[in-house]
């Protein structure tokens, strides 16, 4: 079993930076990626950004690369996601995942693993 807990959100000018953090425990096998999701009502869950635990390797989505950072740090077995120039559109419940390494981490069905959420919301 993985447990994951997400902190950080909240609301943020547009413009403004948010650091989002994902605690995680549990099997290390099970957790060597860890993304991060986000949904805005009526919306699939979308990808934003994975990184493998390990490895280090990162991939983004192309609406926030260049403005997310994925990063970890294995002492605290923490994932962060760095969010700077905030749109209005950014706007949505941000969700950590957890899984195996597998291909597709792009895809919700690559992760097994799932915490609550922490709502971020930018105004414009």
């Known amino acids: 079993q993985v447990q994951l807990v997400e902190s950080g959100g909240g609301l943020v000018q547009a413009g403004g930076s948010l650091r989002l953090s994902c605690a995680a425990s549990g099997r290390t096998s099970s957790r060597s990626a860890v993304g991060w999701f986000r949904r805005t009502p009526g919306k699939e869950r979308e990808f934003v950004a994975t990184?493998?635990?390990?490895?280090?390797?990162?991939y983004y989505a192309d609406s926030v690369k260049g403005r997310f950072t994925i990063s970890r740090d294995n002492a605290k077995n923490t994932v962060y996601l760095q969010m700077n120039s905030l749109k209005a559109e950014d706007t949505a419940v941000y969700y950590c995942a957890a899984g195996p390494l597998r291909v597709g981490l792009a895809s919700k069905a690559a992760y097994d693993y799932w915490g609550q959420g922490t709502q971020v919301t930018v105004s414009s």
């Open positions: 990184i493998t635990w390990s490895a280090g390797s990162t």
